[in-house]
């Protein structure tokens, strides 16, 4: 399992993307078109070998929008997990009671999302990119980005580091994931998850959310600054974007 998209939910998805700029130097690679199914649009931006996605809702049926009425604004709403055989991945999280809300399986790609609530109230999708030999590759083929990715990176962030989970009981829900990945929790700390490449990490909070992103930048003091001087909160090695707590250490 690698950690490759984090998504976030917002009113303005322009004014997301804007501060992703402003503050990590990203930049939008792919609006895809066919996410208006869901009822919503979208931008993909690449941040070193991972991805952010932002979303919007632009019908009123969207289930981003209900998402967002319940949170009250901004927040984190999605994470992506790429595997090497996810039919293999899907099935052991299905026999587990996950249930699949989405399947998608063409001649590149194939996914599931699965139902918020079966990950404690997280939205997550195990992918498969069919064209990649080794899922593991740092720049991979990823169909969600589209087909010119490449050239929208950019070099102030290096990687997609982690993301953490907040939940009322986060020992309880650490246990959880860690079964419905296959991926045993760090032996001396039971809060995180390491992945194959990035990591997931829990933390106590009043409810479920997708609290934090972890970046690793080539000089997190110079993203730091451009993040306050863009306007965001920022608190120690940390900036507030779209309601997310986004952790800037050194690659």
Known sequence: MRLRQVALAAHDLDGITDAFARAFGLKVAF????????????????????????????KDDASAGRFLARRGGDAGYMVILQCA???????????????????LDNATYRAAHFHPADFGGVLVSFDQQKTAADFLEPYGDWMPAGDAWRACRTDEIADLASV????????????????????????????????????????AGASTSLAGVGLKARDPAAVLARAREAGLPVDGEAATIGGVRFAVTGA
């Open 31 to 58: 609006n895809d078109p066919h996410i208006i199914h869901y009822g919503l649009k979208n931008a993909v931006l690449p941040a070193g070998t991972g991805f952010l996605e932002v979303v919007q809702p632009v």
């Open 164 to 203: 953490t989970i907040a939940a009322a009981d986060p020992d309880a829900l650490a246990r959880r994931w860690a079964e419905l990945i296959g991926r045993p929790l760090d032996a001396a700390d039971a809060r995180r998850l390491p992945l194959d490449h990035g990591e997931v990490r829990f933390v």
């Open 85 to 103: 055989d996810m039919a293999a991945e899907r099935a052991r999280a299905v026999a587990l009671g996950v249930r699949v809300v989405d399947d």
